[in-house]
């Protein structure tokens, strides 16, 4: 099992860049392909990012491409995602998750039901 915690979250302005972190605990993090997904006020959550074992193979949602960038620091179980050319509609409650080790850990993926373990979100709020 695999034990997530996100931070780094906040209230920034339009145009501002933020990291957020995800802390893994519990069984071997470089096991595990990664993802980011992100849950707007009022709204389903969805895919934002996601990488495999080593951080080499990456997959962006079209919304963020060229804004985000996922990675990870296997020697520090942590996951990032560098946010840039922040927007209002960024806004939303994000979570790292862990893909399911039956999927493989040599992709990630945008299909959130090949994802099992979540942290608990961290809040960004992106002011015009």
């Known amino acids: 099992q695999v034990q997530l915690v996100e931070s780094g979250g906040g209230l920034v302005q339009a145009g501002d860049s933020l990291r957020v972190s995800c802390a893994a605990s519990g069984r071997t993090f470089s096991d595990y392909a990664m993802g980011w997904f992100r849950q707007p006020p009022g709204k389903e959550r969805e895919f934002v990012a996601s990488?495999?074992?080593?951080?080499?193979?990456?997959f962006y949602a079209d919304s963020v491409k060229r804004r985000f960038t996922i990675s990870r620091d296997n020697t520090k179980n942590t996951l990032y995602l560098q946010m840039s050319s922040l927007k209002p509609e960024d806004t939303a409650v994000y979570y790292c998750?862990?893909?399911?080790?039956?999927?493989?850990?040599?992709?990630?993926?945008?299909?959130?039901?090949?994802?099992?373990?979540w942290g608990q979100g961290t809040q960004v709020t992106v002011s015009s």
């Open positions: 998750a862990a893909v399911r080790p039956e999927y493989g850990s040599d992709r990630g993926t945008p299909r959130e039901f090949e994802y099992d373990y």
């Open positions: 990488c495999n074992w080593s951080g080499k193979v990456t």
